[in-house]
């Protein structure tokens, strides 16, 4: 079965660092992108970044440039996000996902973990 | 970046009506957007990927349509289950970016 679990969210101080964890299952992790998608309490989806599936390239949403940094290692088959220098508008349910084969979406995604920036 | 922005941001409609939501592009994106569905505490499902392709498993009442900055969802025949938030998202550039979300609820 094809599956996303993401763990490591939790409260955190502005300024402070958080890391977010995803283990895959169920197919080839090390041929399919993947991705990092929030979305803040009662808002809507924002892509956050893409990482190609031997780590070549890395993409990031402007919000984020520079503060968080998305890696994987493809002997676990897990997909992370550092996220460094918390801001309260960080505070979002953060989701990783698949792209499809095509790269023409996400087709598998996560349930999601919850980072709380607050002092 | 390219900037999506979705039309109605909010619709209340019935079982069975015609609805249709609107996507448009700051600037051309060809065929590189996707439908999603959203429901409460639910991570979104693919709906039609490339403007007009309708995903595997999706009712047919659901289509898109539109090319470059324009582009349109429509669902044919509303269902109870159909009520829940889209968002289309634009493929063409990184970042890629979605819309800010149509939220349909039940009359």
């Known amino acids: 079965q094809v599956q996303l679990v993401e763990s490591g969210g939790g409260v955190v101080q502005p300024g402070r660092s958080l890391r977010l964890s995803c283990a895959a299952s169920g197919f080839t992790f090390s041929t399919y992108a993947m991705h990092w998608i929030r979305q803040a309490p009662g808002g809507g989806l924002e892509w956050v970044a893409v990482?190609?599936?031997?780590?070549?390239?890395?993409y990031y949403t402007d919000s984020v440039e520079g503060r968080f940094t998305i890696s994987r290692d493809n002997s676990k088959n897990t997909l992370y996000l550092q996220m460094n220098s918390l801001r309260a508008e960080d505070t979002a349910v953060y989701y990783c996902?698949?792209?499809?084969?095509?790269?023409?979406?996400?087709?598998?995604w996560g349930q999601g973990t919850t980072v709380t920036v607050s002092s | 970046d390219i900037q999506l922005t979705q039309s109605p941001s909010f619709l209340s409609a019935s079982v069975g009506d015609r609805v249709t939501f609107t996507c448009r592009a700051s600037?051309?994106?060809?065929?590189?957007l996707t439908w999603y569905q959203q429901k409460p505490g639910k991570a979104p499902k693919v709906l039609i990927y490339?403007?007009?392709t309708l995903q595997s498993g999706v009712p047919s009442r659901f289509s898109g349509s539109g090319s470059g900055t324009e582009f349109t969802l429509t669902i044919s025949g509303l269902q109870p289950e159909d009520f829940a938030t889209y968002y289309c998202?634009?493929?063409?550039?990184?970042?890629?970016?979605f819309g800010q979300g149509t939220r349909l609820e039940i009359k």
């Open positions: 996902a698949k792209t499809e084969t095509n790269g023409w979406y996400e087709d598998v």
């Open positions: 600037q051309g994106i060809s065929s590189y």
């Open positions: 490339a403007a007009s």
């Open positions: 998202q634009q493929l063409k550039t990184y970042p890629r970016t």
């Open positions: 990482i190609w599936y031997d780590g070549s390239q890395k």
